[in-house]
């Protein structure tokens, strides 16, 4: 069975203050990862994605997330927050068909 | 600005009424979905459309009746729905490969949702 934990249900932070949100998964299969950020009252963005080549991939807005298989995992990081970036964080596993299964989410708090 | 968009934003609705929700995206996606948020939870997956055609049914209740009447429209109908059924529910759309083979690592385009209340 395919599934995705998010060890830190809440994360907070002071701003300018480096993060990390970890996400591990469990996969019998090539897997296709990605990150997810929802803002109060909004849909999902996507935030970056793994889908093969460089295990190191970055998103515009200052966030990288590094593909460890060996160490099954996936977690996301900023070397400095600002309080925009307040949300909630979805870690997704492609599974088969059109089918992703998500963590539980992480809550990351910036604060002042 | 996101680029599905979902109407309305918010429904508050009996639990004897019939309503629908829609969906729209001009990405020329022809995967489209529907998921179900409750609060402080992943999404849910309810229904896959590919192709124009229902691929994925999560055993959902029949109280709810997804449509998909063309490659950029998506409904979802609702009728004699329970309170336990309050939630945001998303729309999501995605590329689909030439060949019609499986979505290999396509991100989901999500729309804002619509904030659904049943009384």
């Known amino acids: 069975a395919q599934s995705v934990t998010q060890l830190d249900s809440q994360v907070p932070v002071f701003e300018e203050a480096p993060v990390e949100l970890r996400c591990n998964y469990s996969?019998?299969?090539?897997?296709?990862l990605f990150w997810y950020v929802q803002y109060p009252n909004q849909g999902l963005q996507l935030l970056l994605k793994?889908?093969?080549?460089?295990?190191l991939v970055e998103s515009i807005n200052g966030f990288e997330a590094e593909f460890n298989k060996s160490q099954t995992s996936f977690h996301l990081r900023k070397p400095s927050v600002h309080i925009s970036d307040t949300a909630e964080y979805f870690c997704?596993?492609?599974?088969?068909?059109?089918?992703?299964?998500f963590g539980e989410g992480t809550q990351l708090t910036v604060n002042p | 600005d996101t680029e599905v968009t979902q109407t309305p934003k918010h429904l508050v609705m009996g639990m004897t009424n019939k309503k629908s929700l829609k969906c729209e995206q001009h990405m020329g996606h022809r995967a489209m979905y529907w998921y179900k948020q409750k609060a402080k939870k992943p999404p849910e997956l309810m229904f896959v459309y590919s192709y124009e055609k229902l691929s994925i049914n999560e055993s959902v209740p029949s109280r709810f009746s997804p449509e998909c009447p063309n490659s950029s429209l998506l409904n979802l109908h609702l009728h004699a729905l329970q309170p336990e059924d309050s939630a945001l529910y998303l729309c999501?759309?995605?590329?689909?490969?030439?060949?019609?083979?499986?979505?290999?690592?396509?991100?989901?385009?999500f729309g804002n949702g619509t904030r659904l209340t049943v009384t």
């Open positions: 996969s019998s299969v090539s897997v296709y």
């Open positions: 793994y889908l093969s080549g460089s295990t």
């Open positions: 999501a759309s995605s590329q689909l490969p030439r060949d019609r083979g499986p979505r290999v690592g396509s991100p989901l385009h």
């Open positions: 997704a596993l492609e599974t088969s068909g059109s089918r992703l299964t």
